[in-house]
């Protein structure tokens, strides 16, 4: 068996590592132009080492020019994967985007909940999202804990 000195092998796994993010970088400077963002998150609750038996879902869509869009929280019956259309009562929000900035491989959106008299007490209504376009994640918090979705939908139009 050959040996390959770590000189190489660094030149073989940079040169890789580089071929591999050519689409993603060569997409990135496009989410800094105008467009309407649109995306959908998802993750299972409770956490592991729980079984899942609801899915928390953040989706909408942001126009990038003016900062400002609909999203929509919803806690789902059934696992990711597995969810139903039967919503969790008292968890359904409408989010009113009122900012977003690019920050380094997505985006940081800010925004409010529509109606915070639905609210718990010690939640907020502000809600920060942050969306990481290369690891396709969306993190965020819910009822108070930080949660990391996995992003099944991320998409940039004009």
């Not at 073989?12 to 989410?31: F, M, S």
């Not at 309407?36 to 020019?65: E, K």
């Not at 929280?73 to 259309?85: E, N």
């Amino acid at each position: 068996m050959n040996s390959i000195g770590r000189r190489n092998f660094l030149k073989i796994t940079g040169t890789v590592g580089a071929v591999a993010l050519l689409p993603v970088v060569r997409w990135l400077p496009d989410w800094t132009r105008d467009g309407i963002l649109t995306f959908r998150g998802m993750i299972g609750l409770p956490q592991p080492p729980l079984p899942a038996f609801a899915s928390y879902v953040l989706q909408g869509s942001v126009d990038l020019n003016s900062g400002a869009g609909p999203l929509v929280q919803d806690l789902l019956a059934g696992a990711p994967g597995f969810t139903s259309d039967i919503a969790l009562p008292g968890h359904e929000r409408t989010i009113r985007v009122f900012g977003v900035q690019p920050v380094e491989g997505g985006f940081l959106i800010r925004g409010a909940v529509d109606d915070p008299s639905g609210l718990r007490s010690g939640e907020s209504p502000r809600m920060d999202i942050r969306l990481d376009a290369v690891g396709r994640r969306a993190t965020t918090s819910f009822m108070g804990s930080a949660v990391d979705l996995q992003l099944s939908e991320l998409a940039l139009s004009a």
